[in-house]
């Protein structure tokens, strides 16, 4: 437990939460993109995977400029989304319904990190880090296009089953 | 553990966690109004709070559109974001501190449900479910609109900080 006294403490906090995040996602994509049935999804999983060790160091980079070894802190919320993630792929008894139910969950990773990485960006420019902010609105603009790769596979691969 | 073999059982599956997981927003979205000290915000929650009994409304009607009687299924990630919602609101020790971390964490929960919605319609529409597609975009339309209060509420709570 942390006391959040100021809005810098609370940007800490978050970094730290993302951190351990980023690093969670890290650890499940290859999972994912080995499940994966469509070729399609699994390179976007595993260009998600590289998208996600350079958003880890832009995320270390933000930590150095906060004066704040890169620390992770448990976070709860994507503990929970890459465990509701674990259970839809186990109970899954068709590849293409696994796809979809993979690609429904890290859309809800995604939404996650949109949200988190939206506040970060805000509380930076507040606090005057420009710079932080710059490496931030980068990484958004990351999980803004993995999330929109993501519809667009969805919308394939429905329009894939419909046609079967 | 429910096998899912078909697309509609992945809906039924889904509508079953995102009821589960607006019973969990009604019982947050009280303590956190509670906890608010601007005024604008302890609205925005308690608003939000009577748009959440409509959506549940809305789902269960979509469970009776379905043929299947309405129940939750334990959703492991929006009690992880909860419970980040809990604990930052304990850690903090400063009211202006404590309303910018809520507007944070209302904003992660406000995405969990946007990309949820957002693949339920996905879903729907795929299923031939038109009613049910229309009932839960007026739904996602709603959690838009509360993300977008959120940040203009959060745009204003830092401009009065910035100002103090």
């Not at 810098?8 to 993302?18: E, M, P, S, T």
């Not at 802190?73 to 890459?82: H, L, M, Q, S, V």
């Not at 068709?94 to 990190?113: C, K, L, N, S, T």
């Given at each position: 437990?942390?006391?959040?006294?100021?809005?810098?403490?609370?940007?800490?906090?978050?970094l730290k939460d993302v951190y351990y995040a980023e690093k969670q996602i890290m650890k499940a994509l290859p999972k994912?993109?080995?499940?994966?049935?469509?070729?399609?999804?699994?390179?976007?999983?595993?260009?998600?995977?590289?998208?996600?060790?350079?958003?880890?160091?832009?995320?270390?980079?933000?930590?150095?400029?906060?004066?704040?070894?890169?620390?992770?802190?448990?976070?709860?919320?994507?503990?929970?989304?890459?465990?509701?993630?674990?259970?839809?792929?186990?109970?899954?008894?068709?590849?293409?319904?696994?796809?979809?139910?993979?690609?429904?969950?890290?859309?809800?990773?995604?939404?996650?990190?949109?949200?988190?990485?939206?506040?970060?960006?805000?509380?930076?420019?507040?606090?005057?880090?420009?710079?932080?902010?710059?490496?931030?609105?980068?990484?958004?603009?990351?999980?803004?296009?993995?999330?929109?790769?993501?519809?667009?596979?969805?919308?394939?691969?429905?329009?894939?089953?419909?046609?079967?």
């Amino acid at each position: 437990m942390t006391a959040t006294k100021s809005l810098q403490d609370l940007f800490v906090n978050l970094l730290k939460d993302v951190y351990y995040a980023e690093k969670q996602i890290m650890k499940a994509l290859p999972k994912m993109a080995k499940k994966a049935e469509s070729a399609e999804l699994r390179q976007a999983f595993e260009h998600h995977l590289e998208e996600t060790e350079g958003q880890i160091q832009r995320l270390e980079k933000v930590f150095e400029l906060c004066g704040v070894k890169p620390a992770g802190k448990t976070c709860p919320a994507i503990k929970g989304i890459i465990e509701e993630g674990e259970e839809d792929m186990k109970d899954a008894k068709d590849a293409d319904v696994r796809d979809a139910g993979m690609i429904a969950d890290a859309q809800a990773v995604e939404h996650y990190e949109i949200a988190r990485y939206g506040t970060m960006i805000a509380w930076a420019n507040q606090l005057g880090m420009r710079e932080a902010a710059s490496l931030l609105k980068q990484t958004l603009d990351q999980e803004y296009g993995a999330d929109q790769k993501l519809t667009k596979l969805a919308e394939g691969q429905l329009n894939r089953q419909a046609a079967a």
